[in-house]
C-alpha cells in the first residue's frame, strides 16, 4: 500500500499564476519530507524540504506546507514560469530510515 | 564531468543475457543508491551503500546484484530477469546516506526485458 499519495496526475496554470501541488501521507512517523522535480530524459532533482517541527518552508518562488494533522503536505509555486512545466514528486521519510517513499508524481504544465 | 552519470541510458536485454548497469558520482558523496520505477508506480529504493557498505537492501530478488567497489561507482548486475523487471533504474548519491539527506540522481536506464 502506498504510504505517499499525489492523486493528481496532471495539474495546468496559465503562466503567472499560483500552482498549487498536493500530497498525502498515511505514516505519521514521517518527519522530513521533499519535493523533486524531473524533467523528461533527466533524474529527479531536489527542489525543496520540510521537516516536521515546521509547518512551512519557502525559497524564492516555492513554498511547502506541511499539515501534520491532515498528513498534508502542498508545494505552491507562485509565479508559475514555462520553465516549471515537470513532473514533481513528493517524498517522505523517517529519521533512523534509509527508505525514502516517493508518490507517483504530478505533472505540471505551465502554459505561456 | 559532474554530478551523477548512468551507463547506458537504455538497454534491451533477453531474459537469459546478463549485463550490468554502471553508475558513477562525481560529487565526493559516501552514498550511492538504486532506485527503480516502474511505470505509474512510485519510485522503489533498491539498494543503498555508504562508505561502499551495504547497508540497505530492499527484498530485491538475487537476480539483482549490487556492487560498489568504491564511494564514486556503483553497479548493479542483472542476470535471468522477467519482463516484470522493465524499468527505470535510477542512481542517486547523498553526501552521508543520512535520512533526509537529498539525494542526487543520475539520468536512469531504461531497461526493457524481452
Known amino acids: 500500500d502506498q504510504q505517499v499519495k499525489q492523486n493528481s496526475p496532471s495539474l495546468s496554470v496559465q503562466e503567472g499564476r499560483i500552482s498549487i501541488l498536493n500530497c498525502d501521507y498515511t505514516?505519521?512517523?514521517?518527519?522530513?519530507f521533499l519535493w523533486y522535480k524531473k524533467y523528461p530524459a533527466e533524474g529527479p532533482t531536489f527542489l525543496i524540504s520540510i521537516s516536521s517541527i515546521k509547518d512551512k518552508n519557502e525559497d524564492g518562488r516555492f513554498t511547502v506546507f506541511l499539515n501534520k494533522s491532515a498528513k498534508h503536505l502542498s508545494l505552491h509555486i507562485v509565479p508559475s514560469q514555462p520553465g516549471d512545466s515537470a513532473v514533481y514528486f513528493c517524498?517522505?521519510?523517517?529519521?533512523?530510515?534509509?527508505?525514502?517513499?516517493f508518490g507517483t508524481g504530478t505533472r505540471l504544465t505551465v502554459i505561456p | 564531468e559532474t554530478g551523477v552519470t548512468q551507463t547506458p541510458r537504455h538497454l534491451v536485454m533477453g531474459m537469459t543475457n546478463k549485463k550490468s548497469l554502471k553508475c558513477e558520482q562525481h560529487l565526493g558523496h559516501n552514498a550511492m543508491y538504486w532506485y527503480k520505477q516502474s511505470a505509474k508506480k512510485p519510485l522503489e529504493l533498491m539498494f543503498v551503500y555508504s562508505l561502499e557498505e551495504r547497508v540497505e537492501n530492499n527484498s530485491v530478488p538475487s537476480r539483482f546484484s549490487p556492487e560498489c567497489p568504491n564511494s564514486s561507482h556503483l553497479f548493479l548486475h542483472l542476470h535471468t530477469l522477467q519482463p516484470e523487471d522493465s524499468a527505470l533504474y535510477l542512481c542517486?548519491?547523498?553526501?552521508?546516506?543520512?535520512?533526509?539527506?537529498?539525494?542526487?540522481f543520475g539520468s536512469g536506464t531504461q531497461l526493457s526485458v524481452l
Open positions: 542517486a548519491s547523498s553526501q552521508e546516506g543520512f535520512p533526509g539527506e537529498k539525494l542526487f
Open positions: 517524498a517522505a521519510g523517517a529519521q533512523g530510515a534509509n527508505n525514502l517513499f
Open positions: 505514516n505519521s512517523m514521517f518527519d522530513y
